[in-house]
């Protein structure tokens, strides 16, 4: 839906893993917000209003926990290979900003030894790039899980009343939950569009069960929920920062609980730069407002689109529990 802006996945099926990469045909204004109380990020400071760099690449999505950090220098030097990056003297240095989803604990092999697949996860995943991608379990979502469910990656995008789009990217692998209690009723609903993740709508009633805190493992077990909103209106940095914020209610409305002590919640805001604001304070704050319900649309999207793993005791999917 944004010009300008292809999506890559790689796996690696075995390790129940992968990489998601967003690429952005000119370097896109961007920030982000750091929802969760454990965070995994590289380059995130420099997306900060106030810091030097004006524009980014690409952004990068990774499972691996720590590990997946590599992912970013893989899609870096591809990036490199074409050419992209920030002139310094006589060398380039593409910026590719990435945060980490922690999946070591979902039946996948993990035994890599000295050498993660994550380097060449985020080479492949930017050499894949394309207008055409995969949701659910595929790249970054590969290995995702939640509370109760398969986590997954999902999409969701809005038009603006003055022509400008959004587009959230929801990588989720929650703490919590995106389904209210066991039903099959998202929390996401009220801001459903054409039925895209199945048009359930709300329960009747909300028992009390279902406002109980449920999370996934243990409290201190890691889990984060990550994604972009992408926009091709003219963003400053710091519209940019206002955006990442104003998305994070939307992963707020979308999972219960979220932004927990061993989250990792966080959220880049892009801006490819093609529809100005005409009126900045207003349009800023419908772009914000869309972007929520959007994130939210995608957390709900990219679980009842997910698979669940092929391993022994693995998490069901949404419609393995809630076939109709």
Same mark, same amino acid.
């Not at 997946?68 to 990056?85: E, V, Y």
């Not at 992963?251 to 801006?271: E, N, Q, V």
């Given at each position: 839906?944004?010009?300008?802006?292809?999506?890559?996945?790689?796996?690696?099926?075995?390790?129940?893993?992968?990489?998601?990469?967003?690429?952005?045909?000119?370097?896109?204004?961007?920030?982000?917000?750091?929802?969760?109380?454990?965070?995994?990020?590289?380059?995130?400071?420099?997306?900060?209003?106030?810091?030097?760099?004006?524009?980014?690449?690409?952004?990068?999505?990774?499972?691996?926990?720590?590990?997946?950090?590599?992912?970013?220098?893989?899609?870096?030097?591809?990036?490199?290979?074409?050419?992209?990056?920030?002139?310094?003297?006589?060398?380039?240095?593409?910026?590719?900003?990435?945060?980490?989803?922690?999946?070591?604990?979902?039946?996948?092999?993990?035994?890599?030894?000295?050498?993660?697949?994550?380097?060449?996860?985020?080479?492949?995943?930017?050499?894949?790039?394309?207008?055409?991608?995969?949701?659910?379990?595929?790249?970054?979502?590969?290995? %995702?899980?939640?509370?109760? $469910? =398969?986590?997954?990656?999902?999409?969701?995008?809005?038009? !603006?009343?003055? #022509? +400008? &789009? @959004?587009?959230?990217?929801?990588?989720?692998?929650?703490?919590?939950?995106?389904?209210?209690?066991?039903?099959?009723?998202?929390?996401?609903?009220?801001?459903?569009?054409?039925?895209?993740?199945?048009?359930?709508?709300?329960?009747?009633?909300?028992? %009390?069960?279902?406002?109980? $805190? =449920?999370?996934?493992?243990?409290?201190?077990?890691?889990? !984060?929920?990550? #994604? +972009? &909103? @992408?926009?091709?209106?003219?963003?400053?940095?710091?519209?940019?920062?206002?955006?990442?914020?104003?998305?994070?209610?939307?992963?707020?409305?979308?999972?219960?609980?979220?932004?927990?002590?061993?989250?990792?919640?966080?959220?880049?805001?892009?801006?490819?730069?093609?529809?100005? $604001?005409?009126?900045?304070?207003?349009?800023?704050?419908?772009?914000?407002?869309?972007? +929520?319900?959007?994130?939210?649309?995608?957390?709900?999207?990219?679980?009842?689109?997910?698979?669940?793993?092929?391993?022994?005791?693995?998490?069901?999917?949404?419609?393995?529990?809630?076939?109709?």
């Amino acid at each position: 839906m944004i010009a300008g802006l292809t999506i890559g996945h790689a796996e690696d099926i075995r390790a129940a893993s992968g990489v998601t990469a967003l690429l952005f045909e000119k370097p896109a204004v961007a920030s982000i917000s750091i929802l969760g109380g454990a965070p995994g990020g590289r380059d995130t400071a420099l997306l900060e209003p106030e810091m030097t760099v004006e524009g980014v690449d690409a952004l990068v999505f990774s499972g691996g926990s720590a590990f997946g950090l590599d992912a970013a220098g893989g899609a870096q030097c591809a990036l490199l290979a074409r050419g992209r990056g920030v002139p310094v003297g006589s060398v380039r240095i593409p910026i590719v900003p990435q945060a980490i989803i922690f999946d070591l604990l979902n039946g996948g092999g993990k035994n890599w030894g000295e050498w993660p697949p994550y380097w060449e996860l985020g080479r492949r995943a930017l050499y894949n790039a394309a207008g055409e991608f995969a949701i659910g379990s595929a790249g970054a979502g590969l290995g %995702a899980t939640t509370a109760n $469910l =398969k986590g997954g990656f999902g999409v969701a995008h809005a038009r !603006t009343r003055f #022509g +400008a &789009v @959004v587009q959230a990217f929801a990588v989720v692998n929650a703490i919590g939950s995106a389904t209210i209690g066991d039903s099959p009723y998202f929390w996401a609903a009220p801001y459903e569009r054409d039925a895209e993740f199945g048009g359930l709508g709300m329960p009747q009633d909300i028992p %009390a069960s279902a406002l109980s $805190l =449920k999370v996934k493992g243990h409290a201190n077990e890691p889990a !984060t929920t990550i #994604g +972009a &909103v @992408v926009t091709d209106a003219v963003l400053t940095k710091a519209q940019a920062k206002r955006l990442a914020i104003m998305a994070g209610d939307g992963l707020a409305r979308a999972i219960r609980p979220s932004h927990a002590p061993m989250d990792g919640d966080t959220i880049f805001a892009a801006a490819t730069g093609a529809v100005p $604001l005409a009126d900045p304070m207003m349009n800023l704050t419908e772009l914000g407002m869309l972007a +929520a319900d959007c994130f939210a649309r995608a957390v709900a999207v990219g679980v009842y689109e997910a698979k669940a793993l092929a391993f022994a005791g693995a998490l069901p999917d949404w419609r393995l529990r809630h076939a109709q």
